[in-house]
């Protein structure tokens, strides 16, 4: 089956340094891939919608600057926390849609991001 | 913005019991899918339902779609220790985003 590979699962920074957190499809190309961030116990939030080729589309309320997204093939999608601050300490988990055309998501195992 | 609420949001039983969980929404949706996540993991898809009034089977989670498309409930019979989870109902139109339930988080006791 389809499989999402996300790196990496745990990262401790330093305020004001920045964090990159990758999500690879492995074994099918995804055209899309979504971001999430999710807070303890609570569900998932998207954040943005990135699309292979072009730029990403972020919700309300998110920071695209604050938030790098970089979908450059169709295997692999970057989020960038920038200039991260305690307050971006969460995790994130991405999720890919393959290239079948089916409205079923692919997650990875997530990214338990700490900012100090 | 679709919504999607789950009901309950906490649920504590015990080992054997039966529960419901249920999503409901004001809007219509294409497909509707549930996924089980564990704490520090993913979420893992259980089911995705696409016709209204759909009835699926998994062993002893039985999920249906509303007539409407707009809401669905998730049955598990004689719950395990091992359904522990936070649950989630995700409503899909087309191609776009996927909107996720507020989550249902299940405690099953020994």
């Known amino acids: 089956g389809a499989v999402v590979s996300q790196h990496p699962s745990r990262v401790i920074c330093k305020s004001g340094t920045s964090v990159k957190i990758e999500c690879r499809s492995l074994?099918?190309?995804?055209?899309?891939m979504f971001w999430y961030r999710q807070f303890p116990k609570k569900s998932l939030m998207l954040m943005a919608t990135s699309n292979e080729g072009s730029k990403a589309t972020y919700e309300q309320g998110v920071e695209k600057d604050k938030f790098l997204i970089n979908h450059a093939s169709l295997t692999l999608s970057t989020l960038t926390v920038t200039s991260a601050h305690p307050e971006d300490s969460s995790f994130y988990i991405c999720?890919?849609?393959?290239?079948?055309?089916?409205?079923?998501?692919?997650f990875g195992a997530g990214s338990r991001l700490t900012v100090l | 913005t679709q919504l999607l609420e789950q009901s309950p949001q906490f649920l504590s039983i015990q080992e054997g019991e039966n529960l419901t969980v249920y999503c409901n929404s004001s809007?219509?949706?294409?497909?509707l899918q549930w996924y089980r996540q564990e704490p520090g993991e993913g979420p893992v898809l259980l089911v995705t339902v696409v016709t209204g009034g759909e009835v699926k089977k998994l062993k002893r989670l039985t999920f249906q779609f509303g007539d409407a498309r707009k809401d669905s409930s998730l049955h598990i019979t004689a719950a395990q220790p091992g359904d522990t989870g936070l649950y989630l109902c995700?409503?899909?139109?087309?191609?776009?985003?996927?909107?996720f339930g507020t989550g249902t988080k299940l405690q099953v006791i020994p």
């Open positions: 999720s890919a849609r393959g290239t079948s055309g089916a409205n079923v998501l692919t």
């Open positions: 074994d099918f190309q995804a055209t899309t």
């Open positions: 809007s219509v949706f294409s497909s």
């Open positions: 995700a409503g899909g139109e087309g191609y776009q985003k996927v909107t």
